[in-house]
């Protein structure tokens, strides 16, 4: 059964840094691309970035520059760090697969970005 787990979400100040975690349960992992969501108040869930399994890496234009996602295969990890965080970059984040598997959402990790 896989299951996605997020963590390292917080109150953080304009211009502050974050890195979340996702911990993958599951033997498919290293096969496929995943990638980090996000969920504002009031607005519909949003992809901010995805890594493949060979590594390769996009991101949302609202975040590129400032954020980087990262694997570890043997650790069944991906980690995203965020730099120069702005208040609207305040959401609930997930990861799941790219694309995103319905059943594979998790509780996510709420980011606040305020003064």
């Known amino acids: 059964q896989v299951q996605f787990v997020e963590s390292g979400g917080g109150l953080v100040q304009p211009g502050g840094s974050l890195r979340l975690s996702c911990a993958a349960r599951?033997?498919?992992?290293?096969?496929?691309?995943m990638g980090w969501y996000r969920q504002a108040p009031g607005k519909q869930r949003e992809l901010v970035t995805t890594i493949t399994s060979g590594d390769t890496i996009n991101y949302a234009d609202s975040v590129k520059g400032r954020f980087t996602i990262s694997r570890d295969n043997a650790r069944n990890a991906i980690y995203l760090q965020m730099n120069s965080l702005k208040p609207e970059d305040t959401a609930v984040y997930y990861c799941?697969?790219?694309?995103?598997?319905?059943?594979?959402w998790g509780k996510g990790t709420l980011v606040t970005v305020s003064s």
């Open positions: 799941n697969t790219d694309p995103a598997m319905v059943n594979y």
């Open positions: 599951g033997s498919i992992f290293r096969l496929v691309a």
